[in-house]
C-alpha cells in the first residue's frame, strides 16, 4: 500500500526530486483520494489541516462575495497541489475550494506533517522549497491579472 | 509590379464578427495580387484616409485570399473592422518571418496563445492539423479575458476533437465550467515531453515572457519557443527603424524569432 502510495507522490512533478526516503516519510500521512464533482472541499476561513495533491480533475478556489455569490478566482488542476495555507499561521484556508469535476489525488494529513516537519528541520526545508514556488507562482499570477493583460496595446502606465 | 510601400487594393469578400471588437476578414485582389503570405507573416493594411496597421495572417482560405483577424483597439483598426463585404482595403506584404512550422516535424508541439494573439495561431494549428502524422503530440493552450472574449469557438471544438485543447479565461460568466487563471499555467498541463517539443507563442508580451519562462522551466529549450514579436511597424521593410528592438527590426528580422534570441531585449526599457 505504501510503496504503491509511494509510487504515485513520485510519479508527480511536483514532488520531483525528493529523496525516496523522504519520499516515504510524506506518505506515512497521505491516503488516496476520490473526489465527486461539484463537491466542497473546504470553505474558507476553516481550519488548514490537509493539503491535496491532484492527479486528475479539476477545482476551483473562490470567495464567496456578499451578493454576488461564490466567485471563482482561479481553478488548479492534475499536478497541481490542492492547498498552502497549512504551513502559516493561522492556518486558515484563505479561500474556499470546490471540485469542478471528479478528482482522483492524495490527501495529506498536514496538521500531522506540520509537526513532523518541525522535528525533521530537513523534510520541512525540502517541503518549502516545493511549496513556496507554488505561492510565488500564485502572486505573479494574481499580480498580471491585475495588469490586465487583455487591454488596448498603447495604454501606457507609469510605474 | 506594384511599389512595395504602395499599398495594393483588396476587396472584402467575406467578414465574420469574431467578438464584440474582433472581425475576420477574407480579402482578395481587385486586380494586382501580392505574393504568397506564410503562417507567422504580416501585412500592412490600409484603410484608406485613415491610416495603416500591421495584420497578421490569420488563415488560408484559398490561394487567391487573404485572411486576416483585426481587433478594434484604435482608429485604424476601427475603420478596418468598420469594412463591409465589397469594401476596399489597401494591403501591402508579405513582410517578415514566418513560424516556420514544418521545422517542428518530428517533434512534440505546444501552441500557446493569449487573447487576439491566437488569430497568428490558427493557421499553425491548422498546419499541424493537415500534416497531423508529421508531429508528435500536440497541445494548444489558450487564454482570453473572459469567454466571450475566446475567439474561433467553432476551430477550438473541432480541434479539440483531434489533439488537446485547454482553455482558460481570467474572468468567468455564468455557465463557463473551464480553468479559470492566466494561460502560463496551462502549460503544466500539456501532455507533450518538453525536452523534444518545439512551441509556438504569441499573445500579449508580458504573457508571452511568462509563458516562456514556464515552457523553458518544464525543459523546453529556449531556442525551440518561437514568439511573435509586435512593435510599432511602419514601413514593414526595414528601412524605417521604429520597429527597432535593440540590434533587430522587428518588421524585417521577427515578428516571430526564437526566445533564446529576443529575451535579453525584453526587459530593455525603451528610449
Known amino acids: 500500500m505504501m510503496t504503491e502510495l509511494a509510487g504515485r507522490v513520485s510519479a508527480q512533478p511536483f514532488f520531483a526530486g525528493l529523496p525516496p526516503a523522504m519520499i516515504l516519510q510524506l506518505c506515512a500521512y497521505g491516503e488516496p483520494v476520490t473526489l465527486q464533482a461539484d463537491r466542497r472541499v473546504f470553505f474558507e476561513g476553516e481550519t488548514a489541516e490537509r493539503f491535496w495533491l491532484l492527479e486528475s480533475g479539476t477545482v476551483a478556489l473562490g470567495l464567496h462575495v456578499p451578493g454576488h455569490g461564490d466567485q471563482i478566482v482561479e ?15 493561522p492556518y486558515r484556508w484563505q479561500f474556499g475550494a470546490v471540485t469542478r469535476s471528479p478528482v482522483t489525488g492524495i490527501a ?37 491579472r491585475l495588469l490586465d493583460l487583455w487591454g488596448a496595446p498603447g495604454r501606457r502606465v507609469a510605474p | 509590379m506594384s511599389l512595395p510601400a504602395v499599398p495594393v487594393p483588396y476587396r472584402i469578400a467575406a467578414r465574420r464578427a469574431d467578438t464584440a471588437d474582433t472581425v475576420t476578414m477574407e480579402l482578395e485582389p481587385v486586380a494586382e495580387r501580392l505574393p504568397a503570405f506564410a503562417p507567422g507573416q504580416f501585412a500592412m493594411l490600409t484603410a484608406y484616409g485613415v491610416g495603416e496597421a ?21 482608429a485604424v483598426t476601427a475603420a478596418l473592422t468598420a469594412g463591409r463585404p465589397g469594401s476596399v482595403l489597401g494591403v501591402r506584404g508579405p513582410y517578415g518571418t514566418s513560424w516556420d512550422v514544418a521545422s517542428a516535424a518530428g517533434h512534440d508541439v505546444v501552441i500557446v496563445a493569449g487573447g487576439i494573439g491566437l488569430a497568428p495561431l490558427r493557421p499553425v494549428i491548422e498546419a499541424v492539423l493537415a500534416d497531423r502524422d508529421r ?16 475567439l474561433y469557438p467553432d476551430e477550438l471544438a473541432r480541434w479539440e476533437r483531434q489533439v488537446q485543447v485547454e482553455v482558460t479565461v481570467d474572468r468567468p460568466a455564468e455557465g463557463w465550467t473551464g480553468p479559470v487563471g492566466l494561460v502560463p499555467a496551462l502549460v503544466a498541463q500539456a501532455g507533450v515531453d518538453p525536452a523534444a517539443s518545439v512551441a ?11 509563458t516562456a519562462r514556464a515552457l523553458i522551466a518544464r525543459g523546453v529549450a529556449a531556442a525551440r519557443v518561437r514568439v511573435s514579436m509586435e512593435r510599432t511597424m511602419r514601413c514593414g521593410a526595414g528601412w524605417c527603424g521604429h520597429c527597432q528592438l535593440g540590434p533587430l527590426l522587428i518588421c524585417r528580422d521577427g515578428p516571430v524569432l526564437d526566445y533564446a534570441r529576443v529575451e535579453p531585449l525584453l526587459t530593455v526599457r525603451e528610449l
Open chain 2, 200 to 210: 509556438f507563442v504569441c499573445g500579449p508580451e508580458v504573457m508571452m515572457r511568462f
Open chain 1, 75 to 89: 481553478t488548479v488542476g492534475a499536478g497541481a497541489v490542492l492547498g498552502w495555507s497549512w504551513l502559516y499561521p
Open chain 2, 54 to 74: 500591421p495584420i497578421s495572417l490569420s488563415g488560408v482560405a484559398t490561394p487567391d485570399r487573404l485572411v486576416h483577424t483585426v481587433r478594434a483597439v484604435g
Open chain 1, 108 to 144: 495529506f494529513d498536514a496538521a500531522a506533517l506540520r509537526e513532523r516537519c518541525d522535528a525533521d528541520p530537513a523534510l520541512g526545508y525540502a517541503l518549502l522549497l516545493r511549496f513556496t514556488p507554488v505561492i510565488v507562482d500564485r502572486l505573479q499570477a494574481a499580480r498580471l
Open chain 2, 135 to 150: 508531429y508528435g503530440r500536440v497541445a494548444v493552450l489558450v487564454g482570453a479575458r473572459t469567454p466571450a472574449e475566446l
